[in-house]
Protein backbone atom coordinates (compact mmCIF):
# COMPACT_ATOMS: atom_id res chain seq x y z
CA UNK A 1 0.00 0.00 0.00
CA UNK A 2 1.19 3.44 -1.07
CA UNK A 3 0.17 6.54 0.72
CA UNK A 4 -1.09 7.86 -2.97
CA UNK A 5 -3.22 5.11 -3.99
CA UNK A 6 -6.10 7.03 -3.76
CA UNK A 7 -5.24 9.46 -5.97
CA UNK A 8 -2.33 7.75 -7.94
CA UNK A 9 -2.93 6.39 -11.38
CA UNK A 10 -2.15 3.00 -12.64
CA UNK A 11 1.27 1.13 -11.86
CA UNK A 12 2.29 -0.52 -15.72
CA UNK A 13 2.15 -3.89 -13.13
CA UNK A 14 -1.40 -2.92 -13.31
CA UNK A 15 -2.39 -1.88 -16.76
CA UNK A 16 -3.48 -4.97 -18.70
CA UNK A 17 -5.79 -6.38 -15.75
CA UNK A 18 -7.28 -2.86 -15.95
CA UNK A 19 -7.81 -2.64 -19.07
CA UNK A 20 -9.12 -6.25 -19.84
CA UNK A 21 -11.99 -5.21 -17.28
CA UNK A 22 -13.39 -2.81 -19.25
CA UNK A 23 -12.00 -3.62 -22.48
CA UNK A 24 -16.16 -4.92 -23.31
CA UNK A 25 -18.03 -1.83 -21.82
CA UNK A 26 -20.14 -0.14 -24.11
CA UNK A 27 -18.10 2.86 -23.41
CA UNK A 28 -14.73 1.53 -24.73
CA UNK A 29 -16.69 -0.11 -27.78
CA UNK A 30 -17.65 3.26 -28.62
CA UNK A 31 -14.12 5.00 -27.72
CA UNK A 32 -12.44 2.01 -30.42
CA UNK A 33 -15.25 2.50 -32.66
CA UNK A 34 -14.92 6.19 -33.33
CA UNK A 35 -10.79 5.77 -33.37
CA UNK A 36 -10.96 3.17 -36.00
CA UNK A 37 -13.95 3.30 -37.32
CA UNK A 38 -12.65 0.46 -40.11
CA UNK A 39 -11.07 -2.16 -37.83
CA UNK A 40 -13.29 -4.82 -36.81
CA UNK A 41 -13.95 -4.86 -32.70
CA UNK A 42 -11.92 -8.36 -32.22
CA UNK A 43 -8.68 -6.92 -33.30
CA UNK A 44 -8.53 -3.91 -31.07
CA UNK A 45 -9.26 -6.42 -28.14
CA UNK A 46 -6.65 -8.78 -29.30
CA UNK A 47 -4.42 -6.61 -29.48
CA UNK A 48 -5.19 -4.80 -25.96
CA UNK A 49 -4.04 -7.93 -24.75
CA UNK A 50 -0.43 -6.49 -25.89
CA UNK A 51 -0.98 -3.23 -23.53
CA UNK A 52 1.23 -3.70 -20.45
CA UNK A 53 2.48 -0.33 -19.45
CA UNK A 54 0.89 3.20 -19.76
CA UNK A 55 3.17 3.86 -22.82
CA UNK A 56 1.88 1.09 -24.40
CA UNK A 57 -1.53 2.11 -24.34
CA UNK A 58 -1.21 5.52 -25.18
CA UNK A 59 1.00 4.88 -27.63
CA UNK A 60 -0.95 2.82 -29.41
CA UNK A 61 -4.52 3.83 -28.43
CA UNK A 62 -4.75 6.98 -27.01
CA UNK A 63 -2.99 9.14 -29.56
CA UNK A 64 -5.14 7.75 -32.24
CA UNK A 65 -8.31 8.75 -30.65
CA UNK A 66 -7.00 12.40 -29.97
CA UNK A 67 -5.51 12.23 -33.72
CA UNK A 68 -9.48 11.45 -34.79
CA UNK A 69 -10.63 13.77 -32.79
CA UNK A 70 -8.44 16.55 -34.50
CA UNK A 71 -9.19 15.21 -38.18
CA UNK A 72 -13.00 15.47 -37.35
CA UNK A 73 -13.37 18.61 -35.32
CA UNK A 74 -10.75 20.99 -35.81
CA UNK A 75 -9.04 22.85 -39.06
CA UNK A 76 -5.28 21.72 -37.21
CA UNK A 77 -3.03 21.77 -34.43
CA UNK A 78 -0.05 24.19 -34.37
CA UNK A 79 2.32 24.63 -31.78
CA UNK A 80 5.62 26.78 -31.04
CA UNK A 81 7.64 26.94 -27.76
CA UNK A 82 8.73 23.10 -27.60
CA UNK A 83 11.90 23.14 -29.47
CA UNK A 84 13.54 24.85 -26.71
CA UNK A 85 12.25 22.43 -23.90
CA UNK A 86 15.19 19.44 -22.92
CA UNK A 87 14.09 15.91 -24.21
CA UNK A 88 14.80 14.44 -21.45
CA UNK A 89 13.45 16.61 -18.69
CA UNK A 90 10.42 16.01 -16.72
CA UNK A 91 8.48 19.84 -16.89
CA UNK A 92 5.40 20.94 -14.53
CA UNK A 93 3.66 22.56 -17.33
CA UNK A 94 0.43 25.31 -16.05
CA UNK A 95 -1.69 25.59 -18.44
CA UNK A 96 -4.95 28.00 -18.88
CA UNK A 97 -7.61 25.86 -19.13
CA UNK A 98 -10.69 25.63 -21.41
CA UNK A 99 -11.72 22.24 -22.25
CA UNK A 100 -12.22 19.12 -19.42
CA UNK A 101 -10.65 16.45 -21.72
CA UNK A 102 -8.67 18.10 -24.82
CA UNK A 103 -6.24 20.51 -23.02
CA UNK A 104 -3.94 17.91 -21.35
CA UNK A 105 -4.54 14.83 -24.30
CA UNK A 106 -3.09 17.71 -26.63
CA UNK A 107 -0.32 18.53 -24.59
CA UNK A 108 0.64 14.85 -24.56
CA UNK A 109 0.15 14.17 -28.17
CA UNK A 110 2.45 17.66 -28.60
CA UNK A 111 5.12 15.93 -26.27
CA UNK A 112 4.64 12.21 -28.20
CA UNK A 113 5.19 13.62 -31.18
CA UNK A 114 8.22 16.17 -30.49
CA UNK A 115 9.90 13.27 -28.23
CA UNK A 116 9.61 14.98 -25.70
CA UNK A 117 8.41 13.50 -21.73
CA UNK A 118 5.04 13.14 -21.60
CA UNK A 119 2.61 14.45 -18.40
CA UNK A 120 0.68 12.79 -15.34
CA UNK A 121 -2.23 14.61 -15.40
CA UNK A 122 -3.97 16.71 -12.54
CA UNK A 123 -8.33 15.85 -13.09
CA UNK A 124 -11.18 16.28 -10.41
CA UNK A 125 -12.67 13.40 -8.82
CA UNK A 126 -15.79 14.87 -9.81
CA UNK A 127 -15.53 14.35 -13.57
CA UNK A 128 -14.78 10.37 -13.61
CA UNK A 129 -17.87 9.40 -11.28
CA UNK A 130 -18.83 7.08 -13.95
CA UNK A 131 -16.58 4.01 -13.26
CA UNK A 132 -15.17 3.03 -16.84
CA UNK A 133 -14.35 6.96 -16.61
CA UNK A 134 -12.34 6.17 -13.92
CA UNK A 135 -10.19 3.80 -15.00
CA UNK A 136 -9.71 5.51 -18.15
CA UNK A 137 -8.54 8.28 -16.45
CA UNK A 138 -6.08 6.19 -14.26
CA UNK A 139 -4.73 4.53 -18.11
CA UNK A 140 -4.00 7.72 -19.25
CA UNK A 141 -1.70 9.12 -16.36
CA UNK A 142 -4.52 10.95 -14.26
CA UNK A 143 -4.26 11.63 -11.24
CA UNK A 144 -7.11 12.47 -8.85
CA UNK A 145 -7.90 16.15 -7.84
CA UNK A 146 -10.40 15.30 -5.06
CA UNK A 147 -13.23 18.19 -4.62
CA UNK A 148 -15.77 18.82 -2.02
CA UNK A 149 -14.25 17.73 1.29
CA UNK A 150 -14.30 19.23 4.38
CA UNK A 151 -11.77 22.14 5.52
CA UNK A 152 -9.59 19.60 7.50
CA UNK A 153 -9.42 17.12 4.79
CA UNK A 154 -8.85 19.38 2.12
CA UNK A 155 -5.67 20.14 3.75
CA UNK A 156 -4.51 16.73 3.56
CA UNK A 157 -5.50 16.17 0.18
CA UNK A 158 -3.34 19.48 -0.96
CA UNK A 159 -0.43 18.17 0.87
CA UNK A 160 -0.64 14.59 -0.63
CA UNK A 161 -1.30 16.21 -3.99
CA UNK A 162 1.75 18.21 -3.49
CA UNK A 163 3.61 15.30 -2.49
CA UNK A 164 2.40 12.94 -5.45
CA UNK A 165 3.44 16.08 -7.99
CA UNK A 166 7.25 16.18 -6.58
CA UNK A 167 7.08 12.52 -6.67
CA UNK A 168 6.23 12.28 -10.33
CA UNK A 169 8.51 15.31 -10.98
CA UNK A 170 11.43 14.19 -9.05
CA UNK A 171 11.32 10.41 -8.58
CA UNK A 172 9.64 8.72 -11.77
CA UNK A 173 10.87 11.33 -14.01
CA UNK A 174 7.55 12.43 -15.82
CA UNK A 175 6.31 15.79 -16.45
CA UNK A 176 2.76 17.35 -14.38
CA UNK A 177 -0.04 19.46 -16.39
CA UNK A 178 -2.15 21.05 -13.90
CA UNK A 179 -4.66 23.58 -14.70
CA UNK A 180 -3.78 27.29 -13.29
CA UNK A 181 -6.91 27.23 -11.55
CA UNK A 182 -9.70 25.13 -10.13
CA UNK A 183 -12.12 24.21 -13.25
CA UNK A 184 -12.24 25.51 -16.69
CA UNK A 185 -12.00 28.93 -17.22
CA UNK A 186 -15.89 30.33 -18.58
CA UNK A 187 -15.49 33.54 -18.96
CA UNK A 188 -12.17 33.87 -21.49
CA UNK A 189 -10.32 35.47 -17.97
CA UNK A 190 -7.03 33.28 -17.44
CA UNK A 191 -5.60 34.03 -14.00
CA UNK A 192 -3.31 31.48 -11.74
CA UNK A 193 -5.35 31.14 -8.38
CA UNK A 194 -2.81 30.93 -5.48
CA UNK A 195 -4.02 28.23 -3.87
CA UNK A 196 -2.77 26.28 -6.96
CA UNK A 197 1.01 27.16 -5.95
CA UNK A 198 -0.12 26.94 -2.46
CA UNK A 199 -0.47 23.64 -2.82
CA UNK A 200 2.78 22.96 -4.78
CA UNK A 201 4.57 24.76 -2.16
CA UNK A 202 3.30 22.36 0.41
CA UNK A 203 6.24 19.34 -0.57
CA UNK A 204 8.94 21.99 0.15
CA UNK A 205 9.86 21.36 3.66
CA UNK A 206 12.70 23.62 4.83
CA UNK A 207 13.55 24.56 1.36
CA UNK A 208 13.24 28.34 -0.03
CA UNK A 209 9.83 28.81 -1.72
CA UNK A 210 11.62 30.21 -4.83
CA UNK A 211 13.91 27.26 -4.96
CA UNK A 212 11.65 24.57 -4.61
CA UNK A 213 9.82 26.08 -7.59
CA UNK A 214 12.90 26.12 -9.30
CA UNK A 215 13.48 22.47 -9.26
CA UNK A 216 10.01 22.14 -10.57
CA UNK A 217 10.54 23.59 -13.40
CA UNK A 218 7.72 25.25 -14.37
CA UNK A 219 6.99 26.01 -18.03
CA UNK A 220 3.75 28.01 -18.43
CA UNK A 221 1.03 26.54 -21.42
CA UNK A 222 -1.08 28.81 -23.71
CA UNK A 223 -3.69 26.60 -25.41
CA UNK A 224 -6.17 28.92 -27.62
CA UNK A 225 -9.21 27.15 -29.14
CA UNK A 226 -10.87 29.53 -32.60
CA UNK A 227 -14.03 28.29 -31.59
CA UNK A 228 -15.25 27.17 -27.94
CA UNK A 229 -17.43 24.04 -28.60
CA UNK A 230 -18.51 24.60 -24.77
CA UNK A 231 -18.97 28.31 -25.08
CA UNK A 232 -22.95 28.40 -25.01
CA UNK A 233 -22.98 25.49 -22.32
CA UNK A 234 -20.83 27.54 -20.10
CA UNK A 235 -23.53 30.45 -20.13
CA UNK A 236 -25.99 29.36 -17.26
CA UNK A 237 -23.35 29.38 -14.79
CA UNK A 238 -21.90 32.71 -15.92
CA UNK A 239 -25.54 34.00 -15.88
CA UNK A 240 -26.10 32.55 -12.42
CA UNK A 241 -23.17 34.31 -11.46
CA UNK A 242 -24.40 37.48 -12.82
CA UNK A 243 -27.39 37.41 -10.68
CA UNK A 244 -25.39 36.37 -7.81
CA UNK A 245 -27.32 33.35 -7.18
CA UNK A 246 -26.03 29.51 -6.36
CA UNK A 247 -25.16 27.55 -9.76
CA UNK A 248 -26.36 23.73 -9.43
CA UNK A 249 -24.73 21.48 -12.00
CA UNK A 250 -27.45 18.90 -13.82
CA UNK A 251 -26.91 15.52 -13.35
CA UNK A 252 -24.75 14.56 -16.36
CA UNK A 253 -23.75 18.16 -16.74
CA UNK A 254 -20.03 17.17 -16.75
CA UNK A 255 -19.91 14.84 -18.96
CA UNK A 256 -22.56 16.51 -21.28
CA UNK A 257 -19.60 18.97 -21.99
CA UNK A 258 -16.37 16.61 -21.97
CA UNK A 259 -18.52 15.12 -24.92
CA UNK A 260 -19.08 18.10 -26.35
CA UNK A 261 -15.65 19.53 -25.80
CA UNK A 262 -14.44 16.52 -27.66
CA UNK A 263 -17.03 16.36 -30.74
CA UNK A 264 -17.70 19.82 -30.92
CA UNK A 265 -15.95 22.26 -33.57
CA UNK A 266 -12.67 24.34 -32.71
CA UNK A 267 -11.41 25.43 -35.92
CA UNK A 268 -7.46 26.28 -35.22
CA UNK A 269 -5.96 25.06 -32.18
CA UNK A 270 -2.87 26.52 -31.04
CA UNK A 271 -0.13 25.20 -27.93
CA UNK A 272 2.55 27.09 -26.76
CA UNK A 273 5.02 26.56 -24.21
CA UNK A 274 6.04 29.70 -22.62
CA UNK A 275 10.11 29.48 -21.04
CA UNK A 276 11.01 27.85 -18.00
CA UNK A 277 10.64 29.71 -14.82
CA UNK A 278 14.27 30.18 -13.38
CA UNK A 279 15.81 33.78 -12.92
CA UNK A 280 12.63 35.39 -12.62
CA UNK A 281 12.24 33.14 -9.25
CA UNK A 282 15.49 34.66 -8.09
CA UNK A 283 14.22 38.06 -8.46
CA UNK A 284 10.75 37.82 -6.47
CA UNK A 285 13.25 35.95 -3.55
CA UNK A 286 15.59 38.75 -3.75
CA UNK A 287 12.71 41.53 -3.82
CA UNK A 288 10.32 39.77 -0.63
CA UNK A 289 10.81 37.16 2.33
CA UNK A 290 7.02 37.12 2.67
CA UNK A 291 5.47 33.80 1.26
CA UNK A 292 2.19 35.16 0.23
CA UNK A 293 3.62 37.90 -1.86
CA UNK A 294 5.99 35.59 -3.23
CA UNK A 295 3.48 33.24 -4.50
CA UNK A 296 1.38 36.14 -5.84
CA UNK A 297 4.35 37.33 -7.88
CA UNK A 298 5.00 33.49 -9.18
CA UNK A 299 0.69 33.99 -10.12
CA UNK A 300 1.32 36.93 -11.87
CA UNK A 301 4.46 35.62 -13.78
CA UNK A 302 2.39 32.79 -14.80
CA UNK A 303 0.02 34.76 -16.46
CA UNK A 304 1.89 37.16 -18.23
CA UNK A 305 2.97 34.45 -19.99
CA UNK A 306 -0.07 32.40 -20.74
CA UNK A 307 -1.85 35.93 -22.08
CA UNK A 308 0.69 37.38 -24.15
CA UNK A 309 1.23 33.92 -25.70
CA UNK A 310 -2.08 33.17 -26.24
CA UNK A 311 -2.35 33.02 -30.26
CA UNK A 312 -5.62 35.45 -31.04
CA UNK A 313 -7.51 33.86 -33.69
CA UNK A 314 -9.97 36.01 -35.77
CA UNK A 315 -12.77 35.10 -33.43
CA UNK A 316 -11.30 36.99 -30.69
CA UNK A 317 -11.11 40.02 -32.38
CA UNK A 318 -14.54 39.69 -33.91
CA UNK A 319 -16.13 39.67 -30.62
CA UNK A 320 -14.16 42.57 -29.26
CA UNK A 321 -15.69 44.43 -32.10
CA UNK A 322 -19.48 42.78 -32.09
CA UNK A 323 -19.10 43.82 -28.74
CA UNK A 324 -18.28 47.42 -28.34
CA UNK A 325 -20.10 48.12 -31.56
CA UNK A 326 -16.95 49.22 -33.49
CA UNK A 327 -14.42 48.20 -36.19
CA UNK A 328 -10.97 48.65 -34.64
CA UNK A 329 -9.61 44.95 -35.57
CA UNK A 330 -11.48 44.96 -39.20
CA UNK A 331 -8.26 43.97 -40.50
CA UNK A 332 -7.50 41.43 -38.54
CA UNK A 333 -10.36 38.72 -39.64
CA UNK A 334 -12.29 38.74 -43.22
CA UNK A 335 -16.31 39.03 -43.45
CA UNK A 336 -16.56 35.75 -43.92
CA UNK A 337 -15.36 34.84 -40.89
CA UNK A 338 -17.73 37.44 -38.79
CA UNK A 339 -20.55 36.20 -40.95
CA UNK A 340 -19.78 32.62 -39.71
CA UNK A 341 -19.17 34.11 -36.04
CA UNK A 342 -22.27 35.97 -35.99
CA UNK A 343 -24.08 32.94 -37.32
CA UNK A 344 -22.29 30.64 -34.57
CA UNK A 345 -23.73 33.24 -31.97
CA UNK A 346 -27.36 33.76 -33.45
CA UNK A 347 -27.91 30.15 -33.51
CA UNK A 348 -26.33 29.41 -29.90
CA UNK A 349 -27.87 32.45 -27.97
CA UNK A 350 -31.35 34.06 -27.49
CA UNK A 351 -31.32 36.95 -29.85
CA UNK A 352 -33.48 38.57 -27.02
CA UNK A 353 -30.76 37.70 -24.21
CA UNK A 354 -29.05 40.57 -24.14
CA UNK A 355 -27.31 39.60 -21.03
CA UNK A 356 -26.12 36.22 -22.63
CA UNK A 357 -25.27 37.91 -25.76
CA UNK A 358 -22.66 39.85 -24.04
CA UNK A 359 -21.40 37.46 -22.19
CA UNK A 360 -20.74 34.83 -24.83
CA UNK A 361 -19.20 38.08 -26.38
CA UNK A 362 -16.81 38.78 -24.00
CA UNK A 363 -15.87 35.25 -23.59
CA UNK A 364 -14.13 35.23 -26.89
CA UNK A 365 -13.32 38.82 -26.45
CA UNK A 366 -11.42 38.74 -22.95
CA UNK A 367 -7.94 37.50 -24.29
CA UNK A 368 -7.49 39.70 -26.23
CA UNK A 369 -8.37 42.52 -23.63
CA UNK A 370 -6.08 40.62 -21.47
CA UNK A 371 -3.22 40.56 -23.64
CA UNK A 372 -3.60 44.54 -24.65
CA UNK A 373 -3.81 45.09 -20.40
CA UNK A 374 -0.91 42.64 -20.24
CA UNK A 375 1.47 44.62 -22.96
CA UNK A 376 0.62 47.96 -21.78
CA UNK A 377 2.27 46.87 -18.14
CA UNK A 378 5.03 45.72 -19.78
CA UNK A 379 8.64 47.81 -19.52
CA UNK A 380 9.85 50.09 -22.27
Not at 289 to 312: F, P, R, T, V, W
Request: no cysteine; hydrophobic share 40%.
Amino acid sequence: MSKFDEIRSFHDHEVNEALAGIARDPMMKALMGFTFPDTDEQVWLEQFKNVHSIKDFQHNFIAFTIRQILAKSSEGLTTSGFDLLDKNTPYLFISNHRDIVLDTSLLNLVLLETGHIMTASAIGDNLVQKSFLHVLAKLNRNFLVQRGLPLREQLQSSRLMSEYIEQILHHENHSVWIAQREGRTKDGNDATQQGVLKMLAMAAGDIPLADYFKTLKIVPVSISYEYDPTDSLKMPQLLAQHREEEYIKGKNEDFTTMLSGVLGQKKRIHLHAGNVLDAELDDIAANSENKNKQLQAIAQIIDDSIIQNYKLWPTKFIAYDLLHNTDTYADQYTEQEKQLFVRRLEMRIDPSDAISKDYFLAMYANPLVNKIKSEQKLPD
